[in-house]
């Protein structure tokens, strides 16, 4: 099955074509969502036949492996800003 949580693919049209994707979710009404190696800090929906799906599936509950599947280098937490004094 094409459409299942966790399977890779490649992003045709819109602002992230060309990236790779993780679908995180499949929605009832035939859209899906997904995260992308260009703004892979939320969740986006996209109709599937945007999509180009890959053989490959990742654990969607692994943060770690999504990272490393869509090649998104893991962001250090924020310094805290100094007290002014």
Known sequence: MLL?????CIKKFGRDAGSRAVVMEVGKDGFVKILTAVRSNKERRCNPSH???LDEVVDIKSREAINKTLGVKEQKAHAQPKAKK
């Open 4 to 8: 299942e949580p966790g399977r890779v």
């Open 51 to 53: 999509l180009e799906f």
